[in-house]
């Protein structure tokens, strides 16, 4: 599995970036792969995103040790 992610921040930022995209899609559905593709509104960000998955895998790891 190829996983894209594409932070955008102007819309000239996000112009050439989605070309490139395209380009991906194109490459993965010629190939016979389906792509999903999801577009939303930023909440936090990739480095919160995964300090907060290591402190949760922290967590479940202590837990099934302490029960």
């Known amino acids: 599995m190829s996983r894209v992610t594409l932070t955008l921040h ?11 995209m395209w380009n991906w899609v194109k490459a993965q559905t010629m190939a016979g792969n389906k792509v999903q593709l999801e577009a939303k ?5 990739l480095a919160e995103n995964r300090l907060l998955h290591a402190m949760l895998t922290h967590i479940s790891k202590n837990r099934e040790l302490a029960a």
């Open 10 to 20: 102007s819309p000239q930022q996000a112009k050439p970036l989605l070309g490139d």
């Open 41 to 45: 509104t930023q909440t936090r960000s």
